[in-house]
Every structure is written in C-alpha cells, then in structure tokens.
C-alpha cells in the first residue's frame, strides 16, 4: 500500500481543494501520512539529527547496553514488555525542560528549541486545515486543546542482535493530539496498522516528516480521524533515529466530540420519521444537522 504523502504548500495555492481532500481521505482512513514540503528548515533538520546523533553516541549509548536490558538479549532471556529503545524527553511547552536532560549543552538546547517552534507552526497549519475539512471553525482544535503542550520524544533504536526477542517498542496508540515525526533515512522499523495488516514505514526521503493522529484526534472528530495502532521493530544492521514532536491538547483542556460532528440523540423515532419525510431525498448528513437543532 502507498502511504498518502501531502504537498502542504498545495494548500495554498490552486490545488487547495485537492490537497484537503487528499489530507482528510489521509486523516480518515489511514490516520498516518507524509508530508513534504513542510516549510521545516532542511539544514535545521540536519543539525537537529547530528546533534542528537552525538549526544547519543557520547552520553546514551555505552550506558543502554551496559543495562541489564541488553545483557539480558545476549543470555537470550528478555522479557516480552520491555522496550529496545534509548530515549528521553525535551518538554517545550507550556515550560521547557531542558535545563534538567543530563548533558544537554548549550547549542543542543538552542536548536532542539528552534525545532520545536518550526514544527508547532507546522502543526498548527494541520489543525487548521484538518478543522475546515470537518466543516468547524479553523482555530477549532487549536482552542480546544487550551493552550497545547507540546513536547518532543528523542529516541534512538539501538542496533540489535536478536531482534526476534525483543520489541523496539510495543504496539500502542499514542494518547494525545497531533505527532510529527522526523525519523531515520536509512534504518527501518516503524510499521503501522491498516486494515489488519502490518505497513512498514519506509525510511525518510528528502526530509519529509511523518504525521499520525492521537487518541484526542479520534475523540474531538467522534471517531471521523483515525488514532491508529502502530509499533516499532529493532533492527540488526543499524540503529534508528526517532524525533517524535506532540502536539498534544494541554493539561487542563476537556476534550469531547466536536457537537457539530455527533449524532442526533435522545429523541422520540416518530419525531425523526416526520421530519425525515419531507427531507428523504436530502443529505443525510445535513439531515442529522437539523435534526440534532429541531429536536433537542
């Protein structure tokens, strides 16, 4: 199956409605996609991928397989609910975390920042454009999420020497709004549920960046935009480089289905069947609308 890839600068210009038919069909039935030409600097990519990189090599890695995790792998005893993975996390917002990563020096921290501001641009435009495909308001998810947090998950996937004993990390749902994730160009391992069948996510071509839906996602939409399984494997050739970014609704946000986009509920059937005679030949959709405004 080919994953759905979006040209964002699509839209905005005569592609528009094109472009968001493409992100909504993306958003609905697959709930992962890619994006390319997303506005994110290439050479602030770059840097963001040797920095983490170096950090890992020089801070991270010698300690991961000195862990009793990885000696474990080697007398072939590992536990199925632990995860081959090497990771921490820089919370950006609403207050940074930075100060407190073991190690993380200056020019790290400065361009893990500017990473962070790119992509919530980036992810706002998605909020935006996914909004005005549900036919709500474009600052809808933007507002419900009442002042998004936002944090970026760094991982590396170490390389593996029995990577039939071990998940890189477990299949999961991830719980929150939007994630934007700048992976690996060489090394594999990603793999996304469709349709009962496992999809692996190709390494990264000319930095594009991967997005799939959260469970938020799915709530606010009532179920229209899909939070989809997904799962990473560890790989034997290679280490895997993961920059996941969350933007994810904030702490005190209340999140329920968009009213515009429930059902018609608590009504008498009679009552639906009146109206329904005169607007049988009427969208259904538009039916359920006025419904919902006639009868509550």
Same mark, same amino acid.
């Given at each position: 199956?080919?994953?759905?890839?979006?040209?964002?600068?699509?839209?905005?210009?005569?592609?528009?409605?094109?472009?968001?038919?493409?992100?909504?069909?993306?958003?609905?039935?697959?709930?992962?996609?890619?994006?390319?030409?997303?506005?994110?600097?290439?050479?602030?990519?770059?840097?963001?991928?040797?920095?983490?990189?170096?950090?890992?090599?020089?801070?991270?890695?010698?300690?991961?397989?000195?862990?009793?995790?990885?000696?474990? =792998? /080697? @007398?072939?005893?590992?536990?199925?609910?632990?995860?081959?993975?090497? *990771?921490?996390?820089? #919370?950006?917002? !609403?207050?940074?975390?930075?100060?407190?990563?073991?190690?993380?020096?200056?020019?790290?921290?400065?361009?893990?920042?500017?990473?962070?501001?790119?992509?919530?641009?980036?992810?706002?435009?998605?909020?935006?454009?996914?909004?005005?495909?549900?036919?709500?308001?474009?600052?809808?998810?933007?507002?419900?999420?009442?002042?998004?947090?936002?944090?970026?998950?760094?991982?590396?996937?170490?390389?593996?020497?029995?990577?039939?004993?071990?998940?890189?990390?477990?299949?999961?749902?991830?719980?929150?709004?939007?994630?934007?994730?700048?992976?690996?160009?060489?090394?594999?391992?990603?793999?996304?549920?469709?349709?009962?069948?496992?999809?692996?996510?190709?390494?990264?071509?000319?930095?594009?960046?991967?997005?799939? =839906? /959260? @469970?938020?996602?799915?709530?606010?939409?009532?179920?229209?935009?899909? *939070?989809?399984?997904? #799962?990473?494997? !560890?790989?034997?050739?290679?280490?895997?480089?993961?920059?996941?970014?969350?933007?994810?609704?904030?702490?005190?946000?209340?999140?329920?289905?968009?009213?515009?986009?429930?059902?018609?509920?608590?009504?008498?059937?009679?009552?639906?069947?009146?109206?329904?005679?005169?607007?049988?030949?009427?969208?259904?959709?538009?039916?359920?609308?006025?419904?919902?405004?006639?009868?509550?």
């Amino acid at each position: 199956m080919e994953i759905p890839v979006i040209n964002i600068t699509q839209l905005y210009g005569e592609k528009r409605s094109e472009t968001l038919s493409l992100l909504h069909n993306a958003c609905a039935q697959w709930g992962f996609f890619w994006l390319e030409n997303h506005g994110v600097s290439e050479d602030l990519m770059n840097k963001m991928k040797g920095l983490v990189n170096k950090y890992y090599e020089q801070d991270m890695e010698k300690n991961f397989y000195g862990s009793g995790m990885a000696k474990m =792998l /080697g @007398d072939e005893k590992v536990s199925s609910n632990v995860d081959w993975e090497c *990771s921490f996390m820089y #919370r950006h917002q !609403p207050k940074s975390n930075s100060h407190d990563i073991p190690k993380l020096l200056r020019p790290c921290r400065t361009t893990v920042f500017e990473y962070a501001e790119e992509v919530i641009k980036l992810a706002e435009q998605l909020a935006a454009a996914m909004s005005e495909n549900l036919g709500l308001d474009k600052d809808y998810i933007k507002k419900a999420f009442s002042e998004p947090s936002v944090g970026i998950k760094v991982a590396k996937y170490p390389k593996c020497s029995h990577p039939e004993l071990v998940m890189g990390l477990r299949e999961h749902t991830d719980a929150g709004g939007i994630i934007l994730l700048f992976q690996d160009d060489l090394v594999p391992g990603l793999e996304f549920l469709k349709d009962g069948k496992w999809i692996p996510v190709p390494p990264t071509e000319g930095n594009r960046i991967f997005v799939n =839906l /959260g @469970d938020q996602i799915e709530v606010m939409t009532n179920g229209i935009y899909k *939070s989809i399984c997904h #799962r990473v494997l !560890p790989n034997k050739n290679g280490s895997r480089l993961s920059v996941a970014t969350f933007y994810n609704p904030g702490d005190d946000a209340i999140i329920s289905p968009a009213p515009k986009l429930t059902y018609p509920s608590q009504y008498r059937f009679q009552d639906y069947l009146n109206f329904y005679s005169t607007t049988k030949f009427n969208d259904k959709v538009s039916r359920f609308q006025t419904t919902k405004e006639i009868l509550k």
